[in-house]
């Protein structure tokens, strides 16, 4: 079945949406994050800093969300698309670690640039909560016969553990001596995320076996 396609006006925000985003993330490229007003990127974006508002509260958060704006869409499709004979536990685990890994070369250069900036690293870690409620529905999707309460509690805590990861990560950050004002964190975010998302696994395997349970 082909999924329909969203109301005009939606399909409308969403380029709008898009166009800042694309707008924020190039000019911080160019400029550095520190050399750009939010005036700056709605004219680039084509849109009224009162329009810009209408979506983002900050310059941050409009940088941050074009490096993560698909992630929440493409966790939830990678989580309903694993083989029936992967455990929920193995397909929300390698779900989440996938968006933290090979980012690409303009991603890359991306996430450099964020962890040279205090305020672009607390967003960054802020926005790993966007993928919980994604994250819950998917986790539904995978085993229906758990009940709504479970998928938020699961998916809330897999946000919880992402997000340490990511700050351990980012607090992990050393400055290279051959280049200052470089950031560079050390570590595997992957690796990182995984090993705060293992431990949740009991509790994946247990709400499975709760839902299989009959009542």
Not at 39 to 52: F, L, Q
Not at 163 to 181: D, E, F, N, Y
């Amino acid at each position: 079945m082909t999924a329909s396609r969203p109301p005009l006006r939606e399909r409308k925000k969403q380029a709008t949406r898009e166009a800042i985003r694309v707008a924020a993330l190039r000019l911080a490229l160019e400029r550095g994050p520190d050399n750009v007003r939010v005036d700056d990127i709605a004219e680039a974006a084509g849109v009224s800093p009162r329009t810009y508002n209408n979506y983002f509260s900050s310059r941050e958060q409009a940088i941050v969300a074009a490096v993560t704006a698909e992630r929440a869409s493409q966790l939830a499709a990678a989580i309903t698309d694993r083989p029936t004979d992967v455990g929920l536990a193995d397909a929300v685990i390698d779900a989440v670690v996938s968006q933290y890994a090979d980012p690409g070369d303009h991603a890359q250069g991306a996430l450099l640039m964020i962890t040279t900036s205090p305020a672009l690293r607390a967003c960054y870690v802020d926005a790993v909560t966007a993928i919980e409620e994604p994250l819950a529905q998917a986790i539904i999707r995978r085993c229906p016969n758990a009940d709504a309460m479970t998928g938020q509690v699961l998916a809330a805590s897999a946000s919880a553990a992402a997000k340490v990861a990511v700050r351990q990560w980012l607090r992990s950050s050393t400055v290279p001596p051959s280049m200052p004002g470089f950031v560079v964190p050390s570590g595997s975010l992957p690796d990182l995320v995984r090993a705060a998302l293992t431990p949740l696994g009991p509790a994946f395997d247990a709400a499975v076996a709760t839902a299989a349970t009959p009542q």
